[in-house]
Nanobody, 121 residues
Framework: EVQLVESGGGVVQPGGSLRLSCAAS????????MSWVRQAPGKGPEWVST????????YYKDSVKHRFTNSRDNAKNTLFLQMNSLKPEDTALYYC??????????????WGQGTQVTVSS
C-alpha cells in the first residue's frame, strides 16, 4: 500500500521558516518523481514544486522560487520542503504527491494526508 505521511507544519510569523517532511512507503521511492501541492481554504489545489527521481532536476512555482527548497533523501525514502521567508499567502494545507504533472496536482489519490502551514502575525 502506497503511503505518504507529511509532517512539520505549524503556525509561523511572516518571514519565518518551516521544514516539511514526507515519509514514503509502499513503492520504490527512488524511482519516482515527487511533487509538493498545496491547497488554501476555498481554493483549488496548486502545484508548488517537483523534483525528479534522482534529485538532480527541481522545478518551482514562480511565487516560491528563491524561498522554498525541495529536496529528497532516497536512502531514507523521505521528501523535504524547506520554506523560508514565509508569507501569509503561503498559508495552506501542504501535500506531498507521487509523480508530476496535472494528474498528480489534481488527483488526491496521489497525495498524503497533508500538513497545515499557517503564516500569521
Amino acid at each position: 500500500e502506497v503511503q505518504l505521511v507529511e509532517s512539520g507544519g505549524g503556525v509561523v510569523q511572516p518571514g519565518g521558516s518551516l521544514r516539511l517532511s514526507c515519509a514514503a512507503s509502499g513503492f520504490t521511492f527512488s524511482q519516482n518523481d515527487m511533487s509538493w501541492v498545496r491547497q488554501a481554504p476555498g481554493k483549488g489545489p496548486e502545484w508548488v514544486s517537483t523534483i525528479n527521481s534522482a534529485g538532480t532536476s527541481i522545478y518551482y512555482k514562480d511565487s516560491v522560487k528563491h524561498r522554498f527548497t525541495n529536496s529528497r533523501d532516497n536512502a531514507k525514502n523521505t521528501l523535504f520542503l524547506q520554506m523560508n521567508s514565509l508569507k501569509p499567502e503561503d498559508t495552506a494545507l501542504y501535500y506531498c504527491a507521487r509523480g508530476r504533472g496535472p494528474i498528480t496536482t489534481t488527483n488526491r489519490a496521489y497525495w498524503g494526508q497533508g500538513t497545515q502551514v499557517t503564516v500569521s502575525s
